[in-house]
């Protein structure tokens, strides 16, 4: 068994559904530039409903699911009741189906990443544990803080160099000499968490030539000229690079995916809160449509639900403490259910080209979990927060899930 969910909070699982796990899928063409509105629903040749019978979760609101009358505003609006309502509802399918002996599988999209890690532990340590054989995290967000990017945080600039150097390759802006891009990506990695790093927790103690030589490096690796890394203090966020990177072609990058270029939104408070990668929302919309009205005759998906309003992301509870003190349990609940259950399994997906949820971020969440290293795997894929829309990306992804779900 395979349960599948997205992220938000709180968003339905039609992004899963139509672009990589059932039976129809959109097929988005190679070409950044094409219409939306011209792309095709056609069969998936990746489902891998031959290997798994796959649930997918709507959350409470979202989808066709409803929150019901009389329930307290916001009850379901925190990590850990979020995944109890995904947990239950495990229980009930698995019960109804007669399938609670199966193997249980969880597949967590962007925020559903924290969902499968709250779910897995809750599973784990009921009264009478539920089985749970593992969880493929995709866009993961366990170490939200390593991507948040605030000022003084300086790994965070460290662990998003990989995919800013991932989006200079990308558009050209770096010299490749021949070079395959994953060997030129591992040089930019052993960089960052050695000179760079040192660069950075020297601060303004670091020597001029130093400095100098620091800039001209990460000018090569990231395609920004160096005069303005240095204007930045080599300090360059993602949103940074967005705008930056082809600032002489008059466009900015996508968020969720930087392969994506257009124009600054003038309606928009700054040029980095314009997301070119946003037209595939539409595309997923629309092949939905598609699928309710094929597979269930479902004719009217007005009352289709792709997310639900939840009052602001301050309005989620995302931990037990609200003190500045206080820690996310994310990665410790995936570390106790790895130290209970032996052949419980971890795989973490990420797309090259995510500013979200970041490559780099991912590998030091590994580095630093505490999590049997033979039981966890990591795997990149080409493309942004949903990789899957590239057809030789979404062949990639189906081969990990088969191996993931063939206890391999």
């Known amino acids: 068994m395979l349960f599948a969910f997205n992220g938000g909070p709180i968003s339905a699982s039609f992004y899963l559904h139509a672009g990589a796990l059932g ?8 070409a950044l530039d094409a219409d939306p509105a011209m792309f095709q629903t056609v069969p998936n040749a990746y489902a891998i409903l031959d290997v798994a019978d796959i649930v997918l979760f709507d959350p409470a609101g979202t989808g066709f699911s409803r929150v019901v009358d009389g329930t ?15 947990v239950a509802m495990i229980e009930a399918w698995s019960q109804r189906h007669g399938r609670l002996d199966s193997p249980k599988y969880l597949l967590g999209e962007s925020y559903g990443t924290l969902r499968a890690a709250a779910a897995a532990h809750q599973m784990q340590f009921r009264d009478t544990p539920m089985r749970i054989d593992g969880v493929f995290l995709l866009g993961q967000a366990l170490n939200i803080i390593e991507y948040a990017q605030r000022e003084q945080n300086i790994v965070s600039y460290v662990v998003s160099l990989p995919t ?3 989006t200079a390759w990308h558009h050209g802006r770096v010299a490749r000499d021949g070079r395959a891009f994953e060997d030129w990506l591992d040089e930019v990695r052993l960089w960052a968490r050695t000179e760079y790093l040192t660069a950075l927790f020297q601060g303004q103690f670091l020597p001029e030539p130093e400095r100098l030589r620091i800039a001209r490096q990460l000018q090569a690796y990231t395609g920004v000229d160096a005069q303005v890394l240095l204007r930045e203090d080599l300090k360059l966020t993602k949103d940074e690079h967005r705008v ?19 124009p600054p939104d003038p309606a928009r408070a700054s040029p980095a809160a314009t997301d070119p990668s946003g037209i595939t929302g539409p595309a997923f919309r629309r092949g939905l ?9 479902i004719e009217d998906a007005a009352g289709y639900r792709s997310s639900a309003d939840i009052g602001g992301i301050d309005a989620w509870t995302w931990g037990r403490s609200t003190s500045p003190f206080g820690d996310w349990p994310y990665m410790e609940w995936i570390r106790e259910v790895m130290a209970a259950n032996p052949d419980f399994r971890v795989v973490m997906g990420h797309g090259h080209h995510d500013t979200a949820t970041t490559t780099g971020a991912s590998d030091y969440a590994v580095a630093h979990s505490g999590w049997p290293l033979d039981r966890v795997r990591s795997v990149y894929y080409v493309g942004g927060h949903m990789p899957y829309t590239i057809e030789s990306s979404l062949a990639q992804f189906a081969d990990d899930l088969r191996t993931f779900v063939g206890g391999r």
Not at 23 to 30: G, H, K, M, T, Y
Not at 289 to 297: I, N, P, Y
């Open 23 to 30: 039976p129809l899928r959109v097929a988005f063409p190679d």
């Open 244 to 262: 930056e990177l082809l600032r002489d072609q008059g466009q900015v990058l996508g968020v969720y995916d930087t392969r994506y270029a257009g």
């Open 289 to 297: 449509e598609d699928l309710l009205r094929v597979q269930f005759g």
């Open 164 to 166: 800013v150097a991932a």
């Open 72 to 86: 307290p505003a916001g009850h379901f609006h925190s990590v850990e009741a979020d995944a109890r309502q995904l």
